[in-house]
C-alpha cells in the first residue's frame, strides 16, 4: 500500500506546459491517422532507458489500437553507434521484435558486453539465430546509413537533448524526468516510470480530442 500511494504522489493528474511536458515551437508532421503517434527516443547504451523499458513496453500495450508506438535510437554528435546501427539494421531487415529489444538492453546491462565495437554486434545477433553475413550486408549499406542521418535530423526536430524522451502526436515531449520536476517527490526509477506515465496518458487523451 505504502508502494501505491508513493507511486501516485509521484503522478502528476494535472501535467503543466513546461513543467512535466514541453509543446514543440516546430510541430511536427504524423502519418497515423486517427491514432496517437508517440516516438521514443532512446539508447541501448543508457541505463535509465534500460529501466524505463519494462514499464514502457507494458504502457504501450495498454494504449491498444489508441497508438502508434515508434522507437528510435538516439545519435551522439562525432560518434559512430554500433547500437544504433543494429538497432536501425534489425529494423530494416524486419526482426526487431519486442523479446530481441529486450535481449540487446539484457546484454549491455545484464551481460556488460557493451556492444560498442561491429563484431561484438555482428556475434550477438548471430547468436540470436540471424545470418549473419546478410545482417553486415545490411548494416554496412546505404539504407542503415540514411536511417542513422534520419534519427540525427529528428532529435534536431524534437528538440532531444537528453533520453528517454517521448514524442506525442509531434507537438508535446516528455520525459521520466520531466514527469517529476515540480514535485520532486519521486525516490525511485519505479516513481518516475509511473508518474510518465501518468502523463503521457493526459497528452494521448488531449492528442486524441484534438483529433476529432
Not at 504522489?9 to 511536458?21: I, L, M, R, T, W
Not at 508517440?38 to 489500437?65: N, R
Not at 546501427?85 to 530481441?100: I, P, V
Not at 517521448?166 to 509511473?194: C, F, I, N, R
Request: with cysteine; proline share 4%; aromatic share 8%.
Amino acid at each position: 500500500m505504502m508502494g501505491a500511494m508513493a507511486l501516485s504522489s509521484a503522478s502528476p493528474a494535472d501535467p503543466k506546459n513546461g513543467v512535466e511536458y514541453k509543446t514543440l515551437a516546430t510541430p511536427q508532421a504524423v502519418d497515423t491517422g486517427k491514432k496517437v503517434e508517440i516516438i521514443e527516443f532512446f539508447d541501448y547504451a543508457c541505463p535509465h532507458c534500460s529501466a524505463f523499458d519494462p514499464a514502457l513496453t507494458a504502457w504501450v500495450k495498454k494504449q491498444g489500437d489508441n497508438i502508434v508506438f515508434k522507437r528510435t535510437h538516439i545519435s551522439r554528435s562525432g560518434t559512430d553507434l554500433p547500437q544504433q546501427k543494429m538497432f536501425f539494421t534489425l529494423e530494416a531487415m524486419g526482426l526487431l521484435t519486442e523479446a530481441l529489444n529486450s535481449k540487446a538492453f539484457a546484454e549491455i546491462h545484464v551481460n556488460h558486453n557493451r556492444m560498442n565495437r561491429d563484431e561484438l554486434v555482428f556475434d550477438f545477433v548471430a547468436k540470436q539465430g540471424i545470418d549473419r553475413q546478410k545482417f553486415i550486408d545490411t548494416y554496412r549499406g546505404f539504407g542503415v546509413a540514411g536511417r542513422v542521418r534520419k534519427a540525427t535530423a529528428m532529435m534536431d526536430a524534437y528538440e532531444v537533448d537528453s533520453w528517454p524522451m517521448l514524442a506525442v502526436d509531434g507537438k508535446w515531449m516528455t520525459s521520466p524526468t520531466m514527469a517529476d520536476a515540480e514535485k520532486k517527490s519521486a525516490t525511485t526509477e519505479a516513481q518516475l516510470h509511473g508518474a510518465v506515465t501518468q502523463v503521457l496518458d493526459v497528452l494521448v487523451a488531449k492528442a486524441k480530442a484534438e483529433k476529432k
